[in-house]
């Protein structure tokens, strides 16, 4: 029973981190000045519904705004993309029943049962062009897993949306 408490509370723990924590990842044109943007327009904006996509547009707004950018209806000096979607990611757990014998598992005559979870994962992407050049100059990609409280997915998505502009805008490498 010791055991079977220590499994759960392990994989727990790791479900836990995995939806506390969003894999952001960045990337940008390292010869690009982004001191010279002061403006953005939306170009497109994809996501599964909506409401998602009324969240995900005052996330992104709030981020450049903050950042001193001003959205501008049309011909802003940059175009804002961004496509947010999700997809059940399979899951596999395994919990083991008297594996016997203390620490060193003395035998395995104890039975192992498997289950297949599906585990809601959302993907958010969003691109910045340089509008007279129509080149991609940055690009923020966020994986995050979902629950099933509308709530908490929204502050997911605005702690994500946080996090994958907090170095923005990068300065030139080049």
């Known amino acids: 029973m010791k055991k079977q408490f220590a499994a759960m509370l392990v994989a727990a723990l790791l479900g836990i981190c995995a939806v506390l924590f969003a894999d952001v990842k960045t990337d940008y044109s390292?010869?690009?000045?982004?001191?010279?943007?002061?403006?953005?327009?939306w170009v497109k904006l994809q996501a599964g519904n909506g409401l998602w996509q009324d969240r995900i547009r005052k996330n992104v707004d709030a981020a450049l705004q903050a950042k001193g950018w001003q959205v501008s209806p049309s011909g802003g000096d940059v175009g804002v993309t961004a496509f947010g979607s999700t997809e059940n990611q399979k899951t596999l757990q395994t919990f083991y029943d008297n594996l016997g014998g203390g620490w060193f598992w003395g035998g395995m005559d104890g039975m192992a049962t498997t289950t297949v979870e599906n585990t809601p994962v959302g993907t958010l992407v969003v691109d910045l062009f340089d509008t007279h050049s129509k080149k991609l100059v940055w690009r923020g990609v966020a994986t995050n897993t979902l629950s099933g409280d509308p709530d908490k997915n929204a502050k997911k998505l605005h702690d994500t949306v946080e996090d994958m502009f907090k170095h923005f805008p990068p300065k030139p490498k080049g």
């Not at 390292?30 to 327009?41: A, G, L, R, V």
């Open 30 to 41: 390292h010869s690009t000045d982004f001191m010279k943007y002061k403006t953005y327009s």
